[in-house]
């Protein structure tokens, strides 16, 4: 089996692009015809290489499209009693930008022709992802599309808090931090060098201090733009080396390790494949299904590796808490054999997702609360170090000339 990005148009000459997983292209060939589809180019991706540029090449095509409201607006309006292809109308009168407009009328005109929604979706898969579409799939075939897009609309929604809450609590502390270097910046290469003439007219000798901050100015100033430099360099090296699937995991294990950040991230992964998996099994989705689509929301390539080669132990006859469940936090674990012994592992993996979600809103301001004063009191430190160097050499000047 592979990924195959394809290109083809439709017997009204329309262009749609996406990708499929079949043996080899001629089932691919085969598949598009059977879609009624004219082939234009047909291309194997390499493992990874497929949902990029069938993103990239979608989001060129219809923008970013937006996935959540979406979902939300299309739940609201199937409970309301609107067949799908009038939920789909109203929605494309509400939406003003054009391509999302366009993406929408595709998927309705598909719809109109046959198709299920699954199937319509399918080939915009770079923009709303398999897990999407396997969840959508799931409600079509138990008969309760519905549901499945409500679970799913919440599941976005919550996915989508998550992030803003990590986002938002680290906007002030990230806003500090470059505040205090800018302002040390300019104490160093602007500050410094005006008195620095001063005590060179005066042709006195200088404090220890002085002398310390005043060669820190002159290294700044002359070695400014390269250090400048090799701090884009080693971050263009850092975002090469995180497209290497191996060197990428190493360095999230190590990320792992770090005293604070290491639990945070951790907390934040295991809450996001706890929900994911809580979801899916709850639209009635196989749990072998299900640990291979929910791996795929973990960012941390190590813990998404530990979490696939758990899933084969599963499959190999292993419970899922001895199998999956001691990657789950210490706090969680006996949670999840309950869970899975009392057969309501869905429910149970919902409540560890919340429990860590809440965790990782105290542990973030446990942090912001040392990282905030922590940096203030650096910069009153360095700020006062470098006032006290110019004051202790300007009153050894006076002292100098007094004398």
């Known amino acids: 089996?592979?990924?195959?990005?394809?290109?083809?148009?439709?017997?009204?000459?329309?262009?749609?692009?996406?990708?499929?997983?079949?043996?080899?292209?001629?089932?691919?060939?085969?598949?598009?015809?059977?879609?009624?589809?004219?082939?234009?180019?047909?291309?194997?991706?390499?493992?990874?290489?497929?949902?990029?540029?069938?993103?990239?090449?979608?989001?060129?095509?219809?923008?970013?499209?937006?996935?959540?409201?979406f979902t939300e607006g299309l739940g609201m309006l199937l409970r309301a009693g609107l067949p799908l292809d009038k939920a789909l109308s109203s929605l494309i009168a509400a939406t003003a930008e054009a391509k999302s407009?366009?993406?929408?009328?595709?998927?309705?005109?598909?719809?109109?022709?046959g198709s299920s929604l699954s199937k319509a979706l399918r080939q915009?898969?770079?923009?709303?992802?398999?897990?999407?579409?396997?969840?959508?799939?799931?409600?079509?075939?138990s008969g309760n599309l519905d549901a499945a897009i409500e679970r799913l609309s919440a599941y976005l929604e919550s996915q989508q808090q998550l992030r803003e809450r990590v986002v938002n609590a680290l906007i002030y502390p990230v806003i500090l931090l470059v505040v205090t270097l800018l302002s040390i910046i300019v104490l160093m290469v602007v500050v410094m060098p005006k008195f620095k003439q001063l005590f060179e007219d005066m042709d006195a000798e200088l404090p220890a201090i002085t002398q310390a901050f005043l060669a820190t100015s002159d290294f700044l100033r002359d070695y400014g733009s390269l250090l400048c430099g090799l701090l884009l360099g080693v971050i263009t090296l850092g975002f090469a080396a995180g497209r290497n699937p191996s060197l990428r995991a190493r360095t999230d294990r190590l990320a792992l390790r770090l005293p604070w950040i290491g639990g945070l991230v951790h907390r934040v992964e295991i809450a996001r494949y706890a929900e994911t998996l809580s979801m899916m099994l709850g639209c009635g989705i196989p749990i072998q299904k299900s640990l291979g689509a929910s791996s795929q929301v973990v960012g941390n390539r190590w813990i998404r590796q530990q979490l696939v080669a758990s899933a084969d132990e599963i499959k190999e006859g292993s419970s899922f808490g001895k199998a999956i469940g001691r990657y789950f936090p210490a706090l969680t674990q006996q949670m999840v054999r309950i869970g899975e012994q009392s057969g309501n592992l869905d429910q149970t993996l919902s409540n560890i997702a919340r429990i860590l979600q809440q965790e990782v809103g105290r542990s973030i301001q446990r942090l912001i609360s040392v990282f905030e004063p922590l940096i203030i009191v650096t910069l009153g430190v360095i700020v006062a170090a470098v006032i006290g160097s110019i004051m202790v050499a300007v009153l050894g000047m006076n002292d100098l000339i007094s004398g």
Not at 38 to 45: F, K
Not at 102 to 110: A, D, I, M, S, W
């Open 1 to 69: 089996m592979g990924v195959y990005f394809y290109r083809a148009l439709t017997h009204d000459g329309r262009e749609v692009s996406g990708a499929v997983d079949q043996a080899e292209e001629r089932s691919v060939l085969a598949w598009l015809e059977s879609q009624g589809y004219i082939p234009i180019d047909i291309e194997l991706r390499r493992d990874g290489e497929a949902d990029t540029a069938t993103a990239s090449t979608l989001r060129r095509q219809y923008g970013r499209f937006p996935v959540g409201d």
């Open 101 to 113: 407009r366009r993406l929408l009328e595709t998927v309705q005109r598909e719809i109109r022709e």
């Open 124 to 141: 915009f898969e770079g923009i709303f992802g398999r897990l999407y579409l396997s969840l959508i799939q799931a409600g079509e075939m």
